[in-house]
């Protein structure tokens, strides 16, 4: 089955600067690379996803990137803020299969 | 557009005991996945739903278990509780795919289930 494995398991940044999180898969059929974001004591929320046939794909300070080929996907965030401090989810789905989560990064933005 | 609930949002159980746990996916949504979180552990995957059929399964043991409705309600079962099952429980809603491209999921906000 798909392994999604996820690292740093924690950040801690300074107000202003950029996070970048990292994200590997094993399953060459997944075509689908969620990120969530998860606040204290609420519900994870989609904040950026991208597709196989995209390399990159950009919302305002979000980003994220795929390398097909070495089967890599990354999450950055620029001009960090406080409100940015949450649990990071990447998540790899493939077709009809199941969505397979990371281990999630707690991101801590210092002011 | 009413966003997935779940309930209860909150269970206090003791070992040995079973217990039901109900999602209601988003109006439209035919896919229900259902997900342990617990601290260091991130979201495990228990198990999917699509159209009333377990379309794929996590590696937990046969004590969870779940089911769908035609109305594509979905309940979650966990019987001879264990401590270990203290944990927030999180379902989450997806529409049908469309051309085989998937679509986000969304989550509800979670049971607490607290095992003693």
């Known amino acids: 089955g798909e392994n999604v494995e996820q690292h740093p398991s924690t950040l801690s940044v300074q107000e202003g600067d950029s996070a970048v999180i990292k994200c590997t898969y094993s399953?060459?059929?997944?075509?689908?690379f969620p990120w969530y974001k998860q606040e204290l004591g609420k519900r994870p929320q989609l904040i950026i996803d991208?597709?196989?046939?995209?390399g990159e794909k950009k919302d305002q300070r979000i980003a994220v990137t795929l390398n097909k080929t070495a089967k890599h996907f990354s999450l950055h965030i620029t001009e960090t803020q406080p409100e940015d401090s949450a649990v990071y989810f990447c998540a790899a789905k493939g077709g009809y299969q199941k969505v397979t989560f990371g281990i999630g990064t707690k991101l801590q933005v210092i002011p | 557009k009413a966003g997935v609930t779940q309930t209860p949002r909150y269970l206090i159980k003791t070992r040995g005991q079973q217990v039901t746990l109900s999602c209601s996916p988003i109006?439209?949504?035919?896919?229900v996945s259902w997900y342990q979180q617990t601290p260091g552990q991130g979201l495990q995957f228990l198990f999917e739903y699509f159209s009333e059929t377990q379309r794929n399964k996590g590696n937990f043991p046969g004590r969870f278990s779940g089911r769908q409705f035609s109305n594509s309600r979905s309940e979650m079962n966990v019987s001879t509780l264990e401590l270990g099952d203290s944990a927030l429980y999180l379902c989450?809603?997806?529409?049908?795919?469309?051309?085989?491209?998937?679509?986000?999921?969304?989550f509800g906000p979670g049971t607490r289930l607290t095992v003693l």
């Open positions: 399953d060459s059929a997944s075509n689908y």
């Open positions: 989450a809603s997806m529409k049908p795919s469309t051309g085989g491209q998937a679509h986000e999921q969304f």
């Open positions: 109006s439209g949504h035919r896919s």
């Open positions: 991208i597709r196989s046939n995209v």
